[in-house]
């Protein structure tokens, strides 16, 4: 089926199936993110747990060595574990499934609404220059 040939539910669905898909990628963006924050702030602890070692706070170094850096961000997983659950499960589920319905309603064409909307203001863009009068 082309663009031409949904309805307006079509049209309207497919667009929110498109925003839903760029609000998920934004949301993987910031997974990734909080990952990287993670890492960084484990390296700082890391440098802490030396400062405290060299400053003769052995048991306070050692609970931050043991307990605390290899422990998980969320119930003792890490935050790559969760970057890529999200990936492969969730995010992944739910374009493959966006880029399904839209295979079906407009043959796999993304931004449909988008391109009406370029497509009208054109025409009226155009319509508008038939109109003018000549100089």
């Known amino acids: 089926?082309?663009?031409e040939d949904l309805t307006d539910d079509e049209r309207d669905a497919l667009h929110e199936f498109q925003l839903a898909a760029e609000y998920l990628q934004r949301a993987y963006g910031d997974l990734l993110e909080c990952h990287h924050a993670v890492g960084?702030?484990?390296d700082r602890m890391s440098d802490a747990e030396e400062l405290?070692?060299?400053a003769g706070h052995e048991e306070l170094a050692d609970e931050l060595r043991h307990e605390h850096l290899p422990a998980g961000a969320i119930e003792d997983k890490w935050t790559y574990?969760?970057?890529e659950e999200f990936r492969d499960g969730f995010y992944a589920d739910l374009?493959?499934?966006e880029a399904a319905v839209r295979e079906e309603l407009a043959d796999g064409e993304r931004h449909i609404s988008e391109k009406r909307q370029r497509d009208q203001l054109r025409e009226r863009?155009?319509?508008?220059?038939a109109e003018s009068p000549g100089e």
Do not use: K, N, P, Q
């Open 52 to 54: 405290l070692r060299d």
């Open 40 to 42: 960084h702030a484990m």
């Open 81 to 83: 574990e969760i970057v």
């Open 95 to 97: 374009t493959d499934y």
């Open 125 to 129: 863009a155009a319509d508008g220059l």
């Open 1 to 3: 089926m082309s663009r």
